[in-house]
C-alpha cells in the first residue's frame, strides 16, 4: 500500500513538473509575456517605442502629390438691380430713347414723369403786408414817392396782400427796375423768379448686368447734363 502512495505522488509531481514546463502544451488562452513575443509572426521586426514615441501625435497622412486641389467657386456676376437716368426734358428725352433702344431691355425699361420747375419770369415786388389795410398804406406810400405802375396781389398765394412791382423776363431787367426804385426812395422792394411748372422725364432700367450698365453709361455721355443714379 505505501509503495502505491509513493509511485502516485511520483507520477502526479511529474505531471506537474512536466506541465509547468511546457512539455505537454499550454492548457491557458493567456500565456506569459517572453512565451507570447516568441510566437509572434515575424518578431524580428518589431520595433519598441520610448515613451515620448508612444505618446506624440500621429503625423497627418501625406496629400497625394497627384491630386487636383478643388478649383473656388466663380464669383456670382454683378447685377444692377434698378438705374435710373434724367430728368430730361421732352426733346432730349426722346434723344435718349432712340440712344437706349439699342440695348433691347424690354420690360427692364420704364419712363416715369417727374415734376420740374423752369424759371419763366422775375418779379421786382414789396414783401406780403399782412392785410388789405396793411397792403393799402404801402401803396399810399409809393403814390407819394411819384411810383404808378404797382399791383396789389390779392389772390390766395403766398405773396398775398404783396405789391407787385413789375414783371420782367429776364434777371439783368428786373435787377434794373429794382435799381431805379432805390433811386426814389423804395427800399423795400426785392427781385423773386417766377416759375413754370414743366414735365419732365426719367428713364429706369431693371436688372442690369455689369456689361449692359457700361453700355448705358456711354450713351449717357452724350447727354452730361443729366444724372445717372440709383432708383430711389
Wanted: charged share 20%; aromatic share 8%; proline share 6%.
Amino acid at each position: 500500500m505505501l509503495k502505491f502512495v509513493f509511485w502516485l505522488l511520483a507520477g502526479v509531481n511529474l505531471l506537474v513538473l512536466a506541465i509547468g514546463q511546457g512539455y505537454l502544451g499550454s492548457f491557458r488562452s493567456e500565456t506569459r509575456e517572453p512565451a507570447r513575443l516568441k510566437n509572434q509572426l515575424q518578431a524580428g521586426k518589431l520595433t519598441l517605442l520610448t515613451q515620448e514615441q508612444a505618446t506624440a501625435p500621429a503625423a497627418p497622412p501625406a496629400a497625394d502629390e497627384g491630386a487636383t486641389p478643388a478649383a473656388a467657386a466663380p464669383a456670382p456676376p454683378t447685377t444692377y438691380a434698378c438705374t435710373e437716368v434724367g430728368n430730361f426734358l421732352l426733346a432730349d428725352g426722346r434723344r435718349f430713347e432712340a440712344q437706349v433702344a439699342a440695348l433691347d431691355l424690354g420690360d427692364r425699361q420704364s419712363r416715369r414723369n417727374v415734376a420740374g420747375h423752369d424759371i419763366s419770369s422775375y418779379m421786382v415786388y414789396i414783401p406780403p403786408q399782412g392785410s388789405k389795410e396793411g397792403a393799402d398804406r404801402k401803396a399810399g406810400e409809393l403814390k407819394q414817392l411819384g411810383v404808378t405802375n404797382y399791383f396789389i396781389m390779392n389772390e390766395s398765394s403766398p405773396l398775398r396782400w404783396g405789391i407787385s412791382l413789375g414783371v420782367f423776363k429776364s434777371e439783368t431787367s428786373a435787377q434794373s427796375q429794382l435799381a431805379s426804385l432805390n433811386k426814389q426812395g423804395v427800399h423795400s422792394a426785392r427781385v423773386a423768379p417766377r416759375y413754370s411748372a414743366s414735365k419732365q422725364l426719367a428713364y429706369q432700367f431693371r436688372d442690369l448686368d455689369a456689361a449692359t450698365r457700361a453700355r448705358l453709361e456711354k450713351i449717357k455721355t452724350q447727354f452730361p447734363e443729366q444724372e445717372l443714379r440709383s432708383c430711389k
